[in-house]
């Protein structure tokens, strides 16, 4: 696997408006993809966010495998973690997170009341790798459009204080990666989910690292999708795609890199079933 680099700019500038901003709010609460919580793990973070209060969202949860999120669940719970596991789109997520961060503030409130204070809104910092989901988050829990969507990495670019209620106030954040990525799986896991550009990647080095991941835990999930029996040599499996799909070029030929954009594609949206990546372990 090639090395990956794809650290643009705007998310050194980013990283250090974060660091700054964090001193001023009382919760982080960190989104991480439940596909892949190891990878959408953020160790920039960890370097001045630990004395914080702390939430974990996972989002994306139905695109997660379920029988690998109950393991996942039992690793948080045991490391005596705060977490969520959201799926933003179906869940009454303004009701359920503002109990986890009333929940979280209650230190606090009690800290102002004691200096003879009114309590203060909790002040929120939501935080996370590109396209992990939190402007759909913010826009859920605002109940209207106060922060961009797009189904892509880099999107949001500036940070925003956004009146969720009288009692809660979120600073969004632009999605930020590690600097470095010395495991190469992990940037290979983000690329998959979208959170690194398409472009990084070639794109059969991903779709055959995607294809070699489902001979050893997925081997039937093509057959629903594209009715293929089996996962034999990757090019056959290009092949049927581009015959099913009609990714057929000048005189017939078949589209391999097309079918496997297109195996790509649907992976990410969730279209081949229900898959994780990574396994607590």
């Known amino acids: 696997m090639a090395n990956i680099h794809w650290f643009p700019g705007h998310m050194n500038k980013a990283l250090n408006e974060i ?24 160790d920039e973070f960890e ?37 969520l596991f959201l799926d933003i789109i179906h869940d009454n997520v303004n009701q359920i997170l503002a109990r986890k961060i009333v929940d979280l ?11 003879g204070m009114k309590p ?7 935080i996370g790798i590109p396209n992990v989901g939190k402007s759909s988050l913010i826009n859920k829990l605002a109940k209207r459009k106060v922060a961009g969507v797009e189904n892509r990495p880099g999107f949001t670019r500036g940070e925003q204080m956004i009146k969720i209620d009288k009692d809660f106030l979120l600073v969004d954040t632009p ?34 690292y995607l294809l070699d991941y489902f001979k050893d835990h997925y081997p039937s999930i093509l057959k629903e999708r594209f009715n293929i029996e089996e996962i034999t040599e990757n090019l056959v499996v290009y092949e049927q795609i581009a015959k099913k799909r009609g990714l057929l070029g000048q005189n017939g030929v078949l589209q391999i890199e097309n079918a496997a954009s297109l195996l ?3 992976f990410k949206d969730g279209k081949l079933g229900r898959i994780s ?4 372990i």
């Open 120 to 126: 203060q809104p909790v002040r929120a910092m939501i």
């Open 264 to 266: 790509l594609k649907e």
């Open 277 to 280: 990546l990574e396994r607590a």
């Open 105 to 115: 503030a209650k230190e606090k409130h009690l800290k102002d009341k004691a200096k």
């Open 19 to 42: 660091k700054e901003k964090v001193k001023l709010v009382d919760v982080v609460i960190e989104l991480l993809d439940t596909r892949i919580p190891y990878s959408s793990f953020n």
């Open 47 to 83: 370097k001045f966010v630990t004395n914080k209060k702390r939430l974990f969202i996972f989002t994306k949860e139905d695109l997660a495998d379920k029988e690998i999120t109950k393991g996942w669940i039992e690793k948080f719970k045991s490391e005596g973690k705060d977490f």
């Open 175 to 208: 999605g930020v990666l590690p600097m470095n990525y010395e495991n190469k799986k992990k940037a290979m896991h983000l690329a998959l989910v979208g959170s690194i550009k398409e472009e990084i990647l070639p794109v059969l080095d991903m779709a055959n």
